[in-house]
Nanobody, 117 residues
């Protein structure tokens, strides 16, 4: 089992920045990759970004490329999502997730990000 705890959400004006954190604990040795997902009201949960546990590669949804940066600190077992140039359409609950055994089987509780226009 991998446990995940997010932090860092909040309210920000359009054009502003926020940094989300996700601390992993438990069987972290079993993690293949970590990712961020988000769910806006009335919409399905969507993939935002992912990073391999080794940090060798990253992947982003097109809508955040050039604005968001995913990173991780394996000493602290923590993943980050630096979000710059935020837009109202980035408003959502953001979840971190861990992929083990080819499934996104571990999820955090979510953190709200609200971007005002």
């Amino acid at each position: 089992q991998v446990q995940l705890v997010e932090s860092g959400g909040g309210l920000v004006q359009a054009g502003g920045s926020l940094r989300l954190s996700c601390e992993a604990s438990g069987r972290t040795y079993s993690i293949y990759q970590l990712g961020w997902f988000r769910q806006a009201p009335g919409k399905e949960r969507e993939f935002v970004a992912a990073i391999s546990w080794s940090g060798g590669w990253t992947n982003y949804v097109d809508s955040v490329k050039g604005r968001f940066t995913i990173s991780r600190d394996n000493v602290k077992n923590t993943m980050y999502l630096q979000m710059n140039s935020l837009k109202p359409e980035d408003t959502a609950v953001y979840y971190c997730a861990a992929q083990t055994d080819n499934t996104w089987g571990s999820w955090g509780q979510g953190t709200q990000v609200t971007v005002s226009s």
